[in-house]
């Protein structure tokens, strides 16, 4: 009954910028924790970036100064602006977010979206 669907991916150029954005839909009660990861061709999923309810932030050292993730609670959405990519950046992108439902209201599960290409290159 949840769905996360996320867009903003594409081609970009070295350093280059892209804005994702990934919006929760369905039977949603409360959300805690919304996040980013990322995983390339023959790598494991990695966190990128992710964002508390208190809008405290975590970022993988590989991104930090230059991706900044937020999050706007009344759209149940969360973005992720990234600036100087990157061609090692080149990954699909995963949102992430633990969500409790209308019809369990104090249980988190853990929710992802189908994921969106992010290719930097020249």
């Known amino acids: 009954q949840v769905q996360l669907v996320e867009s903003g991916g594409g081609l970009v150029q070295p350093g280059g910028s892209l804005r994702l954005s990934c919006a929760a839909s369905g039977s949603i009660f409360s959300i805690d924790v919304m996040g980013w990861y990322r995983q390339a061709p023959g790598k494991q999923r990695e966190l990128v970036a ?13 991104v930090k100064g230059r991706f ?16 100087s990519l990157k061609p090692e ?9 633990k969500i409790a439902t209308t019809r369990s209201r104090y249980t988190y599960y853990d929710y992802w979206g189908q994921g969106t290409q992010v290719t930097v290159s020249s």
Do not use: F, P
């Open 50 to 62: 992710s964002i508390t309810r208190g809008i405290s932030t975590n970022y993988a050292d590989s």
């Open 68 to 83: 900044t993730i937020s999050r706007d609670n009344a759209k149940n959405t969360v973005y992720l602006r990234m600036n």
């Open 89 to 97: 950046d080149t990954a699909v992108y995963y949102c992430n977010a």
